[in-house]
Structures are given as structure tokens and as C-alpha cells.
């Protein structure tokens, strides 16, 4: 189960050698409620849900291949979640809410599902089955809900921008940096982990191959609204559930941190404009785009060699 475990070392000690130091959370609490009005501001400006379905459409498919492929996803999806509850307890390196101390935990069940990784899982459950029940009435004839297509053009965007960010820090972070200290992380190729940080960029990048859905750049805000949400929740679990946040950078009380907040947002907008982008494009230049991109964030083993190379070093 993936926590960006070195990054919340490094910062955790940093941030508990400064933990006497002004509490600024009210403060970041203050940014984010005023990010949120920003967003559903332009949300509303933009007619956010109208352009959502202008694009329903695009996302409907005949075909029984792209059917198949849907129940394919999912079936992989569903199972890793399924792998990742009875595989038996997690461990987290994660930091205290009030104390700002790190602390290991190891988390069972469900609430192993606190993290921004398994948060791409779940949303590739979500949009494959939305998918799956919208092209299944379609086949029957049988109208499909307006509120169900709208929700899978949301849950694509969510989910191909998160998939793709999550591969991005997993394969350029947070890899390189267990190599750098020498530490096993084998855990990191487990099923689960494997579908969480590379399976899910590979399933949406086909997806958007298929399907060529009609997308649109002002859909970046639904970025910007999901790194609000997670946020929001990481707060309310980290005070009223677990105690703890699971990545150090999302602590409210560092002076830095409502900008480390609109980060997190941002960058899920940017990952999605710049996927958007690829989708405007002809097949031949976005194929090959694709291929690049996903090649590039994708690691399906662990690097062995370097890790001893750099443990002998030490």
C-alpha cells in the first residue's frame, strides 16, 4: 500500500522540529473554503454541467470490443481492491495530526483506502462501471439516466488525470528515492500496487484511445475540485478518524501548506489539459503520444541492481 513513505520521512522531520512553531491551519482551512468558492464560481460561469453534456455522447459506444475491454478493466480493478483488503494489515508512515510526529500504522481493511493512490483505484472502478451499465442499456434499448452519463464524463477526467499523476510521482519520486537509500520495495509491485500506479494509466490511456471522447479544456476545474475534495477529506479523517495524515505535505499547520494544497489541485488540472490536448489530436499523432507518455510513468519492477549498487556505495 502506497504513502509517499520517504517524502513524509524527509518532511515529517522537518515539520517536527518546527511543530512549535505558529499553527497556521486556520489559515489553510480559510484558503481552501475560498479556493472552493473560486471553483464552483467559474463552475457556474463556464456552465460546467452544460458542457459536461454536450460531451455524454462521445463516451457511448457501440461496440462490443470496447465492451469487452470495459469488463476486462473492471474486473482487474475490482479484484486488486478485493487483494487489497484480505492481503492482511499495511504499513504507513504517516504523520500525526495534532503532534505532527511520524508514526507507523498499519492499516486493515477499508481503511487502507485513506490514500491518494487508492483513491485512482477506485476511480477507475467507478468509471469502467458506470461505463459498463450506460453501454449495457444502451444494447437493450433502454434509456440510459442523464445523471449516469454525466457522472462518467466526470469520472473519466478524475480518473485519467489522477492515474496519470500517481504513475508520474510513483515512477520519478518515490521509486528513485527508496533505490537512493538502499531500501527493499517489492511491496510497491505488489497486484494492487501494480494496478493502482501503473494498470490504471494503461486502462484510461486505452480508453481514450477507443472511445475518443469529446473533451473539453475548461474540464481542468473538475481537477481543481477533486484535489479540494481529497483534501477535505484527508482533514476530517485526520481529526475526526484515523488521527493522522498520510502525506506530510497536506498538513494544515506548516505556513506552507495552503500553497502545497493548490499544488495538489493544480496538478491534477494540468495532468487532465494535458491529456486533453492529446485527445484533440488525430490518432496517429495521439497514439503514438500515448505510448510515449504511459512508457515513461510506468514501472512494472522494482530496480534491484541500482538499489544494491547504491547500498554498497553508502
Known amino acids: 500500500m502506497t504513502s509517499y513513505s520517504t517524502s513524509t520521512k524527509r518532511l515529517g522531520k522537518k515539520m517536527t522540529d518546527q511543530k512549535d512553531e505558529h499553527d497556521y491551519t486556520r489559515y489553510t482551512i480559510f484558503f481552501i473554503f475560498l479556493l472552493t468558492l473560486f471553483s464552483l464560481y467559474y463552475s457556474s460561469k463556464i456552465d460546467l454541467i452544460a458542457l459536461v453534456s454536450s460531451s455524454v455522447s462521445s463516451f457511448q459506444s457501440s461496440s462490443v470490443m470496447v465492451l469487452f475491454w470495459r469488463i476486462s478493466c473492471l474486473l482487474v480493478a475490482l479484484s486488486a481492491a478485493v487483494y487489497m483488503v484480505k492481503i492482511g494489515a499495511g504499513n504507513m508512515r504517516v504523520i500525526t495530526i495534532n503532534g505532527c510526529e511520524e508514526i507507523t500504522t498499519y492499516p486493515v481493511g477499508l481503511s487502507k483506502f485513506v490514500t491518494f493512490s487508492s483513491w485512482t483505484l477506485l476511480s477507475n472502478i467507478a468509471y469502467f462501471s458506470i461505463a459498463i451499465s450506460a453501454q449495457s442499456l444502451e ?11 454525466r457522472f462518467q464524463v466526470f469520472i473519466f477526467c478524475i480518473g485519467i488525470a489522477m492515474a496519470f499523476m500517481t504513475a508520474t510521482i510513483v515512477r520519478h519520486i518515490i521509486l528513485p528515492d527508496e533505490v537512493r537509500i538502499g531500501r527493499n520495495h517489492d511491496h510497491m509491485f505488489l497486484f494492487h500496487e501494480q494496478v493502482m500506479h501503473n494498470f490504471a494509466a494503461v486502462f484510461l490511456a486505452v480508453e481514450l484511445i477507443l472511445v475518443r471522447p469529446d473533451l473539453e479544456p475548461q474540464f481542468a ?5 477533486t484535489g479540494i475534495f481529497y483534501v477535505t477529506f484527508a ?7 484515523g488521527g493522522y495524515i498520510v502525506y506530510s505535505f497536506l498538513h494544515p499547520k506548516p505556513k506552507i501548506a495552503p500553497v502545497l494544497v493548490f499544488v495538489l489541485a493544480g496538478m491534477i488540472a494540468l495532468f487532465y489539459t494535458g491529456l486533453w490536448f492529446v485527445s484533440t489530436l488525430d490518432r496517429v499523432f495521439s497514439i503514438p503520444i500515448l505510448i510515449v507518455w504511459v512508457s515513461l510513468i510506468v514501472q512494472f519492477r522494482p530496480s534491484h541492481r541500482e538499489a544494491a549498487k547504491d547500498t554498497i556505495e553508502s
Open 139 to 149: 444494447f437493450l434499448d433502454i434509456r440510459v439516466p442523464d445523471l449516469l452519463l
Open 221 to 225: 476545474i473538475i481537477g481543481i475540485l
Open 235 to 241: 482533514y476530517l479523517f485526520a481529526y475526526f478518524g
